[in-house]
């Protein structure tokens, strides 16, 4: 090799060699792992404080996004106004994290992707950094891409997905008018950036709402949240109390009656499409948004953190469609709402007149299971109602008197449910009344609390009553209802707010029994169960006589015996009417409790204690179960009921009546007045008869091997039908008495034979029997039964009944043929 050869290889290596370090210095494409807004590499979506957007056709333009605070944003140019934040919020996360693809369709043609004077640029601002990305062509499609090149790398384009940066996009309809072309066709703008709804809560503005203002024609209703409770009250008109939450759910169009729908008409404002932004209105007055006219409705809500959002509402943008023509106070721009006219004009409403926004409820029914304390004074009685943990759960006890009986757990739910029922009010009043709630006027007082108990340990043993649960802190009660006066078909009650807040209405007299229930009416006076299969002896006082049954201890209610008085001793005892009463008597229904725990002498007036008017006493056939005693007194207020009392509870209660009667005029005796075998009947003797015959006549059957044939009187040539006799007979073999008739008796029964109508003696002989005699007297009960008498039940008089005996009694002949 010579030395010009080996001159020309070297100068041949080194071009090789000095091209490639060219190409490689040269060329900056990104990897394709690589986010392409290198400048603001680390930085956070939350960092991002300003966005800027160029466009170049079809007329250059350009929008700049300010961040106001955490959450909001703001158009600051063109024209000032809310930005969309989710839009905003959605490029920038977009943007930060974009990163190229790669694509065979790149090349370092920018004319070619239409980079060359890009149609729109996006720069993201976090204090002194910087980044830009210029959008050129993109395609449509599943896998669509657009070109784009950064501010640091302008002449490099590279293909990224279009929905990478699809926040920049308005979405596709799918119709055949969305093609591939230039992004500025494609691209958001200006209205698409707009926020619509004029008021918008990050989740629920509800709860994130610090106040809500309505004015129009110089009238102003501001309501205000307590951020604890999440009540809302009035703060203009000044004593208007609790607005209403919920509000009736039947309320027409024109009418708001609670602060959720109120609210929720206030969200419901929205801009309904992009050309609905007029963003360079004319004067304001056109549009009836002139601020210094006292007719625009001006809208105002206050969140918890920063200014507050003023709206003004106009005109009717024209008699065809719903929209009308509003500001936000802090806007240059106008816009178009879609609003319904009636919910229009009730919002103008609520600003003049919020009457129908008051609250007509006691009580929240979102606060009902947080009542676990409940003090009622009605009077000189007091009831202090607990809600006290459970292994299981809680339950309502009543404490605060004399002792602490059980409590009728339904009362308390009456109660809850009453002050519950949401609009229960007819009407609320724009001013304190305080005339109704003075002195004899106050009816009732009612504390509620709402977790106000401190908690104690379940009781583990359920039948012993824990102590009452003290109060938390102060004691304060959460809400304080008064119950006045009662005028015509209402009655006036005062809701007392923790805070002070007075609030008088007018609720149905329907409401007073619930509202003014005392102590008593919260004791469950209902008695004592015992076992009735154990029930050994049962014995009545009554009209100074005692009368005691006793079970004979083989079989219970199979064979009851009187012990008492000696002229029914040892008599069998009816054992279906024993156990009847002995059934009866726990399960009476206490109707009301008049009396906790009585003294002596208040125990005389309602004819109880020493000297009840009956009084029952239940013995058992177990030594663990106690005697039970029933005390019935006199008459209640109302004469359908008498006044108990139990040994089992301490309490005097009204029971109906009509056990009482039965107990003043029943007894247990045997209704079977005797039993004898009709076969064995020999002879039968009948006298009477005088209303038929004259005078008292006797009449003797006997039975023969023939049949049956009349012995007296002489000459009776009547010949005695068999089958009459058998009915005769079938009837008073076995007769049973309906009742037996106290005092013995009486001249109007027509037990006297010589003065009687038509009163019939009836012996019967009975072979291996002594004789039996039966004494059927005058009618009773309109003809349906007869005053009795027979020598088994010595002095007693029954009744019996009429059925198979009236042709008998009426005449002799009804035994013939």
């Not at 959008?135 to 790398?153: E, M, P, Q």
């Not at 059980?406 to 009453?418: C, K, M, P």
């Not at 304080?480 to 807040?501: Q, S």
């Amino acid at each position: 090799m010579n030395f010009k050869l080996a001159w020309i290889l070297f100068a041949v290596l080194l071009f090789a060699v000095g091209g490639l370090l060219v190409t490689v210095l040269l060329d900056n494409t990104p990897d394709a792992g690589e986010i392409l807004l290198q400048p603001l590499a680390g930085v956070t979506p939350d960092d991002i404080d300003t966005v800027e957007l160029v466009r170049s056709e079809p007329t250059e333009g350009k929008i700049v996004l300010t961040r106001t605070d955490k959450t909001h944003w703001d158009v600051t140019e063109p024209g000032r106004g809310r930005a969309d934040a989710f839009v905003v919020r959605k490029i920038i996360a977009d943007l930060l994290a974009v990163k190229p693809t790669p694509s065979k369709d790149v090349t370092d043609n920018k004319t070619v992707h239409g980079l060359d004077k890009p149609g729109l640029s996006v720069t993201l601002k976090a204090g002194t950094k910087a980044a830009t990305l210029n959008i050129g062509d993109t395609t449509l499609g599943r896998n669509a891409i657009t070109f784009v090149t950064t501010g640091t790398r302008p002449n490099t384009p590279v293909a990224v997905l279009r929905g990478d940066i699809d926040g920049l996009f308005r979405p596709d309809t799918g119709s055949k008018d969305d093609k591939a072309g230039k992004s500025w066709e494609k691209a958001r703008w200006l209205a698409d950036y707009r926020q619509r709804a004029f008021f918008k809560g990050e989740i629920d503005l509800m709860a994130e709402a610090e106040s809500v203002a309505l004015s129009k024609a110089g009238h102003e209703t501001k309501l205000v949240r307590n951020p604890g409770t999440g009540e809302w009250t009035f703060a203009t008109p000044a004593g208007y109390g609790v607005a209403d939450l919920e509000g009736d759910p039947k309320a027409p169009p024109a009418t708001f009656t609670g602060v959720r729908p109120l609210v929720n008409a206030l969200t419901a404002l929205q801009v309904a499409a992009a050309d609905d932004f007029i963003e360079k209105p004319g004067p304001l007055a056109q549009y009836g948004l002139d601020p210094a006219d006292k007719d625009v409705l001006r809208l105002e809500v206050k969140p918890t953190s920063g200014p507050a959002d003023v709206l003004l509402v106009g005109k009717r943008v024209d008699d065809k469609t719903d929209k009308f023509y509003c500001k936000l106070a802090s806007d240059t721009v106008v816009a178009k709402a879609s609003a319904v006219p009636e919910r229009v004009a009730a919002l103008a409403a609520v600003a003049t007149d919020p009457s129908a926004l008051r609250d007509r409820t006691l009580v929240p029914s979102t606060k009902q299971f947080a009542i676990d304390a409940i003090d009622l004074t009605v009077g000189p009685s007091v009831a202090h109602l607990r809600r006290v943990p459970t292994p299981a759960d809680s339950k309502w006890l009543l404490y605060g008197g004399p002792n602490d009986p059980q409590l009728a757990a339904v009362t308390v739910q009456t109660l809850l449910t009453t002050l519950t029922q949401p609009r229960g009010a007819k009407e609320v009043l724009t001013a304190p009344y305080d005339a109704v709630f003075a002195g004899a006027e106050k009816k009732a007082e009612i504390k509620l609390w709402y977790d106000g108990l401190e908690k104690p340990a379940p009781e583990k043993d359920p039948a012993k009553m824990p102590p009452e649960p003290k109060l938390k802190g102060d004691g304060k009660p959460s809400v304080t209802i008064i119950v006045g006066k009662k005028e015509g078909d209402i009655v006036y009650v005062r809701r007392i707010t923790a805070d002070g807040i007075r609030t008088d209405m007018k609720f149905p007299e329907a409401a007073l029994p619930t509202l003014t229930r005392d102590r008593l009416g919260y004791v469950d006076g209902g008695l004592k169960p015992f076992p009735t299969n154990t029930v050994k002896k049962l014995t009545i006082v009554r009209g100074g006589e005692t009368f005691t049954v006793e079970s004979d201890g083989k079989a219970h209610a199979d064979q009851w015996k009187y012990l008492s008085p000696d002229r029914l001793k040892g008599q069998t005892a009816d054992a279906g009417k024993v156990m009847e009463c002995v059934g009866r008597l726990p399960i009476m229904n206490a109707t009301r409790v008049v009396a906790e725990a009585p003294a002596d002498a208040d125990l005389a007036k309602y004819g109880l204690g020493a000297n009840p008017r009956i009084k029952v006493v239940v013995g058992f056939d177990t030594p663990a179960e106690p005697d039970r005693t029933f005390e019935f007194g006199n008459e209640a207020e109302d004469k359908n009921f008498v006044y108990l009392r139990t040994n089992a509870r301490p309490l005097v209660v009204t029971v109906s009546n009509q056990f009482f009667v039965l107990l003043q005029n029943d007894d247990f005796r045997d209704r079977l007045l005797y039993q004898i075998d009709p076969a064995k009947v020999k002879a039968i003797e009948l006298t009477g008869w005088k209303q038929a015959l004259k005078q008292p006549t006797k009449y003797r059957f006997e039975r023969t091997a023939g049949g049956w044939v009349v012995k007296e009187p002489a000459g009776e040539k009547g010949t005695i039908d068999p089958a009459k006799m058998e009915i005769f007979l079938a009837t008073l073999t076995a007769p049973r008495a309906v009742n037996y008739v106290p005092g013995g008796f009486k001249p109007e029964q027509g037990f006297d034979l010589t003065n009687a109508v038509n009163t019939l003696e009836i012996k019967f002989q009975i072979e291996g029997h002594p004789d039996l005699a039966v004494t059927l007297a005058n009618e009773y009960d309109g003809g349906a039964m007869y005053f009795g008498w027979t020598i088994t039940k010595k002095g007693d008089v029954f009744t019996i009944p009429a059925t198979g005996l009236k042709e008998f009694k009426e005449k002799p002949q009804a035994f013939f043929k």
